[in-house]
């Protein structure tokens, strides 16, 4: 009986080890400005489960993130594992949010509510809301999107620009045209109305400036 013991614990022991690096554990981000590699995002994690829990311990990770990259700060919590089962090959996950503390503040609880990215410093984002159909960044406004039918949900900067300067450029054209115009009886230049009952809805003479878009 004791011997079997003994085989089953050595079989365990072995398992423990041959595997100690195909999961996941939660690391602790103790340095996030690389070195060797500024420009990698590797982070140097502590991993306590794995005894790596002092700096003479501990490994830098590549990130695991897609088309983006986001370093965590010191002292977040990410989820650190190993590529092939690799212990020279560490990677981690932003972020392991099952701590409250590493839950963005824009998120507000609901399914609705998507935060795409909130800085860890400032604590502001972009945040996609499915009830209002609309995207803030800044806490501010950015856009408001329109139904799944419309042939421009949104309008994007360059062409309302385009558009701001066409209907600014035909304005200054009508404005020109009302300054110049002439009475057939007189063959006079009469310009804008003068007359006071008339101003209130009589067209400016100034000129528009396209700069006020671009402010």
């Known amino acids: 009986m004791d011997n079997d013991y003994s085989l089953d614990s050595l079989i365990a022991q072995i398992v423990k080890e041959e595997t100690v690096y195909d999961k996941s554990y939660q690391g602790k981000v103790l340095l996030n400005i690389d070195p060797l590699r500024p420009k990698s995002g590797r982070v140097f994690c502590l991993v306590p489960d794995l005894g790596w829990d002092t700096p003479l311990t501990g490994a830098w990770c590549y990130p695991r993130q897609l088309h983006a990259i986001s370093v965590p700060k010191i002292g977040s919590l990410v989820e650190v594992s ?109 310009g804008p109305t003068t007359n006071t009952a008339s101003a209130a809805t009589a067209p400016t003479s100034a000129l528009v400036s396209t700069s006020v878009f671009t402010k």
């Open 82 to 190: 190993f590529l092939r089962g690799d212990r020279e090959w560490p990677v981690y996950r932003c972020k392991a949010q099952e701590s409250s503390d590493e839950i963005p503040s824009l998120y507000d609880g609901l399914p609705t509510t998507h935060v795409v990215f909130e800085s860890p410093l400032m604590k502001q984002g972009i945040v996609v809301d499915d009830l209002t159909g609309s995207v803030a960044i800044l806490n501010k406004l950015l856009l408001k999107l329109g139904s799944k039918t419309a042939t421009s949900p949104v309008v994007k900067g360059d062409q309302l620009l385009t558009f701001l300067g066409t209907l600014v450029t035909t304005i200054n054209a009508l404005i020109t045209k009302y300054n110049a115009h002439t009475h057939p009886e007189t063959g006079s230049t009469t």
